[in-house]
């Protein structure tokens, strides 16, 4: 896998936002001088490695293994299990490496960027370049090697939506990216499933659904709360061309269509009662968040007050309980 030639061109011409006090004093503290290859082994390790934003693979890989087991009814192979994660990891790895090298200029001027490898100079975007494309040849020959073919291909398909449909053409254009941007962020589910049946069915069509109508929700309200650093960078985040009464709007009709989708793997007979269950109340918890949300947004209510991260919380900690009940329910039925 490569990307086009044209694709490397644009990105590669983009200033590196120099401009941010934010990014000169990382690099102040490390060391501007130094070349990325002189500096600490260790360090650099960890470097590379927070390329690959570890903690949000964590995310995808909760809805992954769970979908296995759904698939199986039952305890999948072990072996598979690891050989899926390992290829997810090194499959999303490689998307937010090459993420990071695209977005390195706006990275540079926002607060909760500034400290990305790319803008400390402990890693080159040569380096990082580099870095990603061999994370997406490898994690997509493992996947068809030792898994299946199917699993291989929509695992590249999720890395190629990510890096070129969401962050080169969606992410700086319209406030609908993370909606479809998203998609990406979906497709764990369908390679759960298919590396346990090789084949698709509409219990992984549902749960891609459902995580399609939770990023929305999930992620306008951490949004919110840095609204001013994508506003710095131009990047048209809903909450930053919208008032918060209409992002909050959003967010709970996201999320009353999320908790419906979710509800429809049982009289499908996927699951049975123990999920339904933790559906419910798992769902209505989230609702009831989306919704207090949504009266302190009509309140006019903001900085501290209008506690958007209560429902970003929420939201991991709902999506946690959602997918372990996925891989207990079998087990009750």
């Not at 994660?85 to 200029?105: F, Q, W």
């Not at 989230?286 to 970003?312: D, I, P």
Request: proline fraction near 5%; hydrophobic fraction near 50%.
């Amino acid at each position: 896998m490569s990307l086009s030639g044209v694709c490397v061109t644009a990105v590669e011409s983009r200033p590196v936002g120099g401009g941010s006090s934010h990014a000169i004093g990382a690099m102040g503290e490390l060391g501007v001088s130094q070349k990325p290859s002189q500096r600490p082994f260790g360090a650099r390790v960890k470097a590379f490695v927070a390329l690959t934003k570890p903690r949000i693979i964590e995310l995808l890989l909760i809805t992954t293994v769970p979908v296995m087991f759904l698939a199986e009814q039952g305890v999948p192979d072990l072996k598979l299990v690891l050989l899926t994660c390992l290829g997810g990891y090194l499959s999303a790895g490689g998307a937010n490496a090459l993420n990071m090298y695209i977005d390195r200029d706006i990275d540079a001027l926002m607060e909760r960027t500034s400290r990305r490898p790319l803008v400390t100079g402990m890693v080159s975007p040569r380096e990082c370049l580099a870095f990603g494309i061999a994370l997406a040849v490898v994690s997509t020959l493992l996947f068809g090697l030792t898994v299946n073919w199917l699993s291989a291909w929509l695992s590249l398909g999720a890395l190629l939506f990510y890096v070129v449909v969401y962050t080169m053409i969606l992410k700086r254009r319209t406030s609908q990216n993370i909606v479809w941007g998203g998609i990406a962020g979906c497709m764990p589910v369908l390679i759960g499933w298919s590396s346990v049946t090789n084949s698709m069915s509409w219990a992984p069509v549902i749960l891609f659904l459902v995580m399609f109508f939770w990023t929305p929700p999930h992620y306008w309200p951490l949004s919110m709360k840095v609204k001013d650093d994508y506003a710095r960078v131009g990047v048209p985040m809903l909450p930053v061309i919208a008032s918060n009464k209409v992002v909050a709007r959003q967010i709970v009709i996201y999320s009353w269509v999320m908790v419906a989708v979710s509800l429809l793997l049982t009289p499908l007979g996927y699951t049975g009662w123990f999920y339904t269950a933790v559906a419910l109340v798992a769902g209505g918890l989230w609702l009831w968040e989306a919704h207090a949300l949504q009266n302190r947004a009509k309140a006019e209510v903001t900085g501290a007050k209008l506690k958007e991260m209560r429902l970003f919380h929420w939201s991991i900690t709902y999506v946690s309980v959602l997918f372990l009940a996925i891989a207990v329910d079998p087990f009750l039925r």
